[in-house]
């Protein structure tokens, strides 16, 4: 059996604020925001180099049953952490300090408009193929 995770949906009060702030200040690509019907939209996002997305929406289930703010802790698995807290405090991102648990793993975190959390996790056995 084969599966792959695809998208997560991320539950936020304003649809448009949540947008610009993955897209222009974090730099997920916009994959597609469609209406398919009245009352019914769906953006998808990806962050750069992922294979999973996000999903930000109203008019479905997967949206409208969450509360704005209550995705905690997304793991973005990145190469070099102080590199990419640097880029996201250059765009006005609120990123935490680096915290080194030892083992060669490293975290920072930031939060959504909405309060939903995202961390940057550093593997540092991680490089090339396995990355």
């Known amino acids: 059996m084969k599966m792959k995770l695809e998208l997560v949906p991320i539950p936020v009060a304003d649809i448009d604020r949540s947008k ?6 974090v ?9 398919p019907a009245e009352g019914v939209r769906v ?3 990806t962050p750069p180099g ?3 997305s996000i999903g930000i929406g109203t008019g479905l289930p997967a ?10 802790s997304l ?9 990419t807290r640097a880029d996201l405090l250059g765009r006005d991102v609120d990123v935490s300090a680096v915290l080194d648990v030892g083992g060669g793993v490293r975290y920072a975190s930031f ?11 550093e593997m540092a056995w ?3 193929d396995s990355y």
Do not use: W
């Open 111 to 121: 939060s959504d408009p909405d309060g939903n959390t995202l961390t940057l996790q």
């Open 50 to 52: 992922s294979a999973c």
């Open 75 to 83: 793991h973005l698995v990145v190469a070099d952490i102080e590199q």
């Open 126 to 128: 991680r490089t090339g």
């Open 63 to 72: 949206y409208d049953d969450m509360s704005p703010g209550t995705v905690k």
């Open 43 to 45: 953006v998808q996002l």
């Open 20 to 25: 610009a702030f993955y897209t222009r200040q």
């Open 27 to 35: 730099g997920f690509v916009e994959d597609l925001d469609v209406r």
